[in-house]
C-alpha cells in the first residue's frame, strides 16, 4: 500500500508547487508538490480496498502511509479514515491521538486529525471532550493547536458553545503563533452561533489575546463588533 501510494503521489507530483508549500508553511515541511485534487482522487482509488479490510489491518496500513511525513500522505490518511467515520469511538480516538503525537509536524497534518478525525468522535462521544481539556496544557504546539482545532465541526453544527467558549480562555495567552492562529479561526467560527458573547469575552480581557488571534477571530464581525474587538 505504501508503495502503491508513493507511486501515484510522484505521478502528480510538481516541484514548483512543492516549493510554494514549503514557503507557505513557515516551518520545515517535506513534501512532493501534489496538488489539493490529485491528492482527492488518489485517496478516492485507495477507498474501495480499504474498506474491505479488517480494522487493525486498515489502520496499521494508514500509519504506514502517515509515517512517510508528507502533507500528501496525512490528507490521503485523513481522506480515507473520514469514510469510515460513523463508526468512531473512543478506541480511534486514542489512535488519532497518537498519530497525532508521533507524526503531526505541521498545521496541514494536524488540521486534518484534529477538523475531520478527532472531530468525529467527539461528535459520535460527547465524554472525549474531557481529553480535549488537557491538550490546552500541552508542551507540544501541534497538541494545543488541535484543542481548538478539534471543535471547529461541533460549532458548525450548533453543539457545544459554551464548553468552546470555556475551552478558549486557557489558550487565549499562548503566544506561539499555530496556537494563536486556530484560536481565532474558532472564535470565528463562534462569533456566527453566539455573537454577543464572543465579543464579550474578548473585550473582558483586552489585553490577553493576541493582535493575531483578534484579526482572525473578527473576519465575520459586523463592523461595529470588529471595531471593538480590534481597538
Known amino acids: 500500500m505504501d508503495i502503491q501510494i508513493y507511486n501515484l503521489a510522484l505521478d502528480h507530483a510538481g516541484p514548483p508547487f512543492a516549493e510554494g508549500q514549503r514557503r507557505f ?79 503531526a509536524h505541521n498545521s496541514a497534518h494536524t488540521d486534518g486529525i484534529a477538523s475531520w478525525l478527532m472531530a468525529a468522535c467527539i461528535a459520535n462521544d460527547a465524554s472525549l471532550l474531557e481529553r480535549v481539556w488537557g491538550w490546552t496544557n500541552s508542551p507540544n504546539r501541534w497538541n494545543r493547536r488541535t484543542a481548538v482545532v478539534s471543535l471547529l465541526q461541533e460549532l458548525k453544527r ?14 487565549l495567552q499562548d503566544r506561539d503563533d499555530m496556537v494563536e492562529k486556530g484560536l481565532g479561526w474558532l472564535l470565528k467560527e463562534a462569533y ?40
Request: proline content about 5%.
Open 25 to 103: 508553511f513557515r516551518h520545515e515541511v517535506k513534501t512532493w508538490g501534489v496538488r489539493g485534487d490529485a491528492v482527492t482522487e488518489i485517496a478516492r482509488q485507495l477507498c474501495g480496498e480499504v474498506r474491505r479490510w479488517p480494522a487493525g489491518a486498515h489502520e496499521e496500513q494508514m500509519e504506514r502511509i502517515w509515517k512517510h511525513g508528507t502533507p500528501e500522505c496525512g490528507a490521503v490518511v485523513c481522506h480515507v479514515m473520514r469514510r469510515l467515520a460513523r463508526t468512531f469511538s473512543g478506541r480511534e480516538f486514542l489512535l488519532f491521538e497518537q498519530c497525532q503525537d508521533r507524526h
Open 158 to 171: 450548533g453543539q457545544q458553545k459554551k464548553f468552546v467558549l470555556r475551552i478558549t480562555k486557557k489558550p
Open 192 to 231: 456566527p452561533q453566539r455573537p454577543a458573547e464572543v465579543v464579550a469575552f474578548l473585550l473582558r480581557e483586552p489585553n490577553a489575546a493576541s493582535h493575531l488571534t483578534l484579526h482572525y477571530a473578527a473576519e465575520k464581525m459586523t463592523p461595529e463588533h470588529r471595531r471593538k474587538v480590534l481597538a
